[in-house]
Structure formats: structure tokens, C-alpha cells
């Protein structure tokens, strides 16, 4: 089971369970088997795992959508979904790929409710952006389900990815990164709120935790998440879209508060611009960027 809006990966089974068009159009056939339910929606979790929690494997689940729009989801559901789970043998699956390693204030985004998970996947920050790398950890009753020969990785346990990633970790650690991502994130949402009550008929919401955050455009505003990224890149402050309406910003963990108020200075007058700009102009922007 995964939820709906999830994004976990590129592979077959895994864009088996995207319901992201731009995911799956042009592959297949869809891995069958598998069941997506409501993001942040507990009861609706708990209804499916009453009805199928027998023939269920396991739920994954990401503590906060990334893909999605920087989805963060109320207080209390990922521990309604968690004790769900246990009632019904079926595996916790944190996918922190995103959103682990003090992206949001902590080491995992999970430790925001209070739950441990039975898996948690590991995956970019967890080499530092240096190489390739990914990781599972679970418990010993889980992982002793592979026996020698039953699973195989060209790279896995590649001693110089294990080097780098125990690298980072010490400097996640050392450098109290979590501690810098929870602090300016808070600094960073803050000025942002700020902004939208500025502007309330084109921000309709800003949400995150730590550095991982959003600023989301309300549907009916004429103009873009991407237009206003360009704005953005134009002005050296590199942002992704997603869904034509939100702008995520996830700026590296060891961004000092001066660099964090130049970027904040830098979106206030992009927004600025972006409220008044004209067609033409977007559509010259647009042009000029394309080329």
C-alpha cells in the first residue's frame, strides 16, 4: 500500500503505484498487487487495513510528501497510521529519501510524530551529494527475511560509498546541521507568512518543516509556479515547481542566516515583480529562457 500523490522512485513497481500521470504514461504494465490510499488521512488507512490488512505486506509511506508539494501532514496521523499497522502485522515504511538527514530539523522526518518505523529508506543526502548512494535499515527480524543468495546488488556494500556516507553522517553531526535546518527554517517560514498576508490573492499557503518547504500559488492566479522559478534563476536563487501552483525550496543544510536573508530578499522582490508583470513580459521571460 502507498499513498496517493507518493512519489518513490523511477522503477517499474514503483511508478506502479504513482497516480502522477507525468510517472507512468509510456510504461508498463503496472505491477499488479499493489493499493494506494488518501494522504493524511488515518481513517481511511485504517478502513482498507480492516477490509485487505491480512493479505498486506507492508505501507510506504513518505512522512512528508516532496514530490507532491512539500505535503506535510497533520499532527497525529502518521501515528494513527503507525498503530494502524501494528494491529494488522503489516510493515511501516518510512521513505526519508527526501525528506531524512536534518532536511526538516531532525535527523528523520519521522521523529516530528513520535514514531519508529519498521523500514526507513535512505538515499541522497546520505552520501552528501558526492555519490550515488541508497540504504535500508530495519530490524534484524525484518532483514533476516533475505538469506544468503536470495537478494544481490552489483554495488551494494561498496566500501567507498559506505566511506563517504559515514562521512556525512559525522558532519551532519558534528556541524549540528538538524539544529541549523530547524532554526532558519522557522526564520525562513516566518518571513514567508509574511509575504502571503502581502499578497493573499496569489499565495494561498506556505508549510514546511526545517529547510524543506513551500510556498504554493493559489490555482485560479493566471501565472505559474515555473514562471515565477524562472524569475527566481534570473536572480541566482534556484527553486523546483511542481504542479503548476507550489515552489519548493530546499536550500543546503549548512546555509548560514545571512545567506538565507539574501534569498528571502530575493523571493519578497521577485514576488513583487511577479504580481505586476504583464503577459509579455512573463511570455519574453519564458522565451528568454528557452534559449
Not at 4 to 12: A, P
Not at 209 to 232: D, Q, R, V
Request: aromatic share 6%; net charge negative; charged share 20%.
Amino acid at each position: 500500500m502507498s499513498c496517493k500523490g507518493c512519489f518513490h522512485g523511477r522503477t517499474l513497481a514503483i511508478v506502479s503505484m504513482s497516480d502522477d500521470p507525468s510517472a507512468y504514461e509510456g510504461f508498463g504494465p503496472k505491477l499488479p498487487g499493489l493499493m494506494s490510499v488518501e494522504y493524511n488521512d488515518a481513517e481511511a488507512l485504517e478502513k482498507l487495513l480492516a477490509e485487505f490488512g491480512d493479505r498486506v505486506a507492508g505501507f510506504l509511506v513518505e512522512p512528508i510528501q516532496g514530490e507532491a508539494g512539500v505535503k506535510v501532514p497533520d499532527d497525529g496521523y502518521l501515528k494513527r497510521c503507525y498503530e494502524a499497522c501494528k494491529k494488522h502485522n503489516v510493515l511501516f515504511i518510512a521513505d526519508e529519501i527526501q525528506s531524512g538527514l536534518g532536511r526538516t530539523g531532525k535527523l528523520l522526518a519521522i521523529e516530528h510524530s513520535g514514531v519508529k518505523p519498521d523500514v526507513v529508506i535512505l538515499g541522497k543526502a546520505l552520501a552528501g551529494g558526492v555519490l550515488p548512494m541508497s540504504a535500508v535499515l530495519s530490524s534484524k527480524d525484518v532483514m533476516s527475511v533475505f538469506q544468503p543468495g536470495t537478494h544481490g546488488s552489483t554495488y551494494g556494500g561498496n566500501p567507498l560509498a559506505s566511506a563517504v556516507g559515514i562521512a556525512a553522517l559525522k558532519a551532519l553531526v558534528n556541524e549540528n546541521m538538524c539544529t541549523n535546518s530547524e532554526r532558519l527554517g522557522h526564520i525562513f517560514r516566518t518571513e514567508m507568512q509574511a509575504l502571503q498576508a502581502r499578497f493573499p490573492d496569489v499565495i494561498h499557503d506556505v508549510r514546511g518543516k526545517g529547510l524543506f518547504n513551500a510556498i504554493e500559488l493559489h490555482t485560479s492566479y493566471p501565472k505559474t509556479a515555473w514562471e515565477f522559478c524562472l524569475m527566481l534563476k534570473e536572480q541566482g536563487v534556484l527553486a523546483k515547481p511542481t504542479h503548476d501552483t507550489t515552489i519548493r525550496l530546499s536550500p543546503p543544510l549548512v546555509i548560514t542566516e545571512e545567506q538565507l536573508k539574501q534569498i528571502i530578499t530575493i523571493i519578497v522582490k521577485c514576488f513583487e515583480k511577479f504580481v505586476v508583470a504583464s503577459p509579455s513580459e512573463m511570455a519574453a521571460l519564458r522565451d528568454a529562457n528557452a534559449h
